[in-house]
């Protein structure tokens, strides 16, 4: 595992489309690896469209679930104009006042990939008052440069479609890059290097679960059925949080920082993350010298919200990459923040600091 083999995989995994719901072009190419080289015990795609697996420890009644979701924000196509133009609901949580003017992609029902720009009523036109108001996405509209609804139908393009802002990977200074849906790309990149890292470990003791899930997004759903399914003892999500250390922030209201490596939640507003987990994941970053970092409360929600809750409550907790502008289309990073997560995660597996 090195810098580049961890980018090479963001940058594959970011550019997919998989707004929550139609995850299955990122679920594939998980599989795809898995399968290729020979990285778990099982592994398979649910009826939701979560990609489970397992790989087996020495003893298989002490079972880590690692959770990573595979959904990402988007749109789906609500309404088709006679003259061409596609109106859109949001899939998840976007700051709408980002979206005028954005390039976006679509996918149509065969797969092929349009282009298209959100569009609103323009400046020249809008008298001052409505240029002071936040404009709402029913008054906003998709231009994909076709110019009737049959057009639109004959090249696959219906309501439910759906797609993504537009934002191709970029490299940055320092190890930074820049691109989209790192939430929760990062994780997936994270949770497959971690697999890769544990076929060169001769034995460890705890069976690892693995949970490609789906539609965390909406609400933490794949990570329902994929926990009750696989029965683990302890937990951990995976995710990427925002770093909002930037100009203008209170550094009391800053919940993590960028290059300071994985942050490990205490508490969010779905989960207050389970203490003993947490010693594990402390005590093993300090024994093999792993920065780590402690999320500020109570910023957020992700899959562990649903995982520790699961069945009879499973002790979980959430190690999160640093991402600035989380749920825009153009996320910052740190690829070796990625790279110290999969270290914490592979130590908390061993766990030779035995917790
Ligand atoms: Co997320």
């Given at each position: 595992?090195?810098?580049?083999?961890?980018?090479?995989?963001?940058?594959?995994?970011?550019?997919?489309?998989?707004?929550?719901?139609?995850?299955?072009?990122?679920?594939?190419?998980?599989?795809?690896?898995?399968?290729?080289?020979?990285?778990?015990?099982?592994?398979?795609?649910?009826?939701?469209?979560?990609?489970?697996?397992?790989?087996?420890?020495?003893?298989?009644?002490?079972?880590?679930?690692?959770?990573?979701?595979?959904?990402?924000?988007?749109?789906?196509i609500?309404?088709?104009?006679?003259?061409?133009?596609l109106?859109?609901?949001?899939?998840?949580?976007?700051?709408?006042?980002?979206?005028?003017?954005?390039?976006v992609v679509i996918r149509s029902?065969t797969?092929k990939i349009y282009h298209g720009?959100?569009?609103?009523?323009?400046?020249?036109?809008?008298?001052?008052?409505?240029?002071?108001?936040?404009?709402?996405?029913?008054?906003?509209?998709i231009?994909v440069g076709m110019?009737?609804?049959?057009?639109v139908?004959?090249n696959n393009i219906?309501?439910?479609v759906?797609g993504?802002?537009f934002?191709?990977?970029?490299?940055?200074?320092?190890?930074?890059?820049?691109?989209?849906?790192?939430?929760?790309?990062?994780?997936?990149?994270?949770?497959?290097?971690?697999?890769?890292?544990?076929?060169?470990?001769?034995?460890?003791?705890?069976?690892?679960?693995?949970?490609?899930?789906?539609?965390?997004?909406?609400?933490?759903?794949?990570?329902?059925?994929?926990?009750?399914?696989?029965?683990?003892?302890?937990?951990?999500?995976?995710?990427?949080?925002?770093?909002?250390?930037?100009?203008?922030?209170?550094?009391?209201?800053?919940?993590?920082?960028?290059?300071?490596?994985?942050?490990?939640?205490?508490?969010?507003?779905?989960?207050?993350?389970?203490?003993?987990?947490?010693?594990?994941?402390?005590?093993?970053?300090?024994?093999?010298?792993?920065?780590?970092?402690?999320?500020?409360?109570?910023?957020?929600?992700?899959?562990?919200?649903?995982?520790?809750?699961?069945?009879?409550?499973?002790?979980?907790?959430?190690?999160?990459?640093?991402?600035?502008?989380?749920?825009?289309?153009?996320?910052?990073?740190?690829?070796?923040?990625?790279?110290?997560?999969?270290?914490?995660?592979?130590?908390?597996?061993?766990?030779?600091?035995?917790?």
């Amino acid at each position: 595992m090195d810098l580049k083999s961890i980018r090479s995989l963001q940058e594959e995994l970011s550019n997919l489309i998989g707004v929550s719901g139609y995850e299955g072009d990122v679920s594939s190419l998980i599989m795809e690896i898995i399968e290729k080289e020979a990285l778990a015990d099982k592994a398979w795609i649910d009826s939701l469209g979560n990609v489970l697996a397992i790989k087996k420890g020495s003893n298989e009644k002490d079972r880590i679930l690692l959770d990573a979701h595979t959904d990402e924000i988007g749109f789906m196509i609500s309404h088709i104009e006679n003259n061409g133009f596609l109106r859109f609901v949001p899939v998840g949580g976007w700051d709408t006042r980002i979206l005028p003017g954005q390039a976006v992609v679509i996918r149509s029902k065969t797969g092929k990939i349009y282009h298209g720009i959100i569009g609103s009523k323009p400046p020249h036109l809008t008298t001052i008052e409505e240029r002071q108001k936040l404009i709402e996405i029913p008054e906003m509209y998709i231009d994909v440069g076709m110019s009737s609804v049959e057009e639109v139908s004959n090249n696959n393009i219906s309501i439910g479609v759906v797609g993504t802002l537009f934002s191709p990977f970029v490299d940055f200074p320092n190890n930074m890059i820049r691109g989209k849906a790192f939430d929760d790309r990062t994780g997936v990149n994270v949770l497959i290097h971690t697999l890769r890292l544990l076929k060169e470990v001769s034995s460890f003791n705890d069976t690892v679960l693995f949970n490609f899930a789906v539609q965390e997004e909406i609400g933490g759903r794949g990570a329902i059925t994929g926990a009750y399914n696989l029965k683990p003892t302890l937990a951990l999500a995976i995710e990427n949080t925002t770093a909002a250390d930037v100009p203008g922030i209170n550094e009391a209201e800053i919940p993590v920082y960028i290059g300071r490596g994985p942050a490990i939640t205490i508490a969010d507003k779905s989960i207050i993350t389970s203490p003993k987990v947490n010693e594990r994941l402390v005590k093993n970053a300090e024994l093999n010298k792993i920065p780590y970092q402690f999320k500020k409360p109570i910023y957020g929600g992700t899959d562990a919200g649903k995982i520790h809750i699961s069945r009879e409550g499973v002790p979980s907790s959430v190690v999160s990459v640093p991402c600035r502008y989380i749920h825009s289309p153009t996320s910052l990073l740190n690829l070796d923040d990625i790279l110290k997560t999969v270290m914490l995660v592979k130590a908390f597996i061993v766990n030779s600091a035995k917790v």
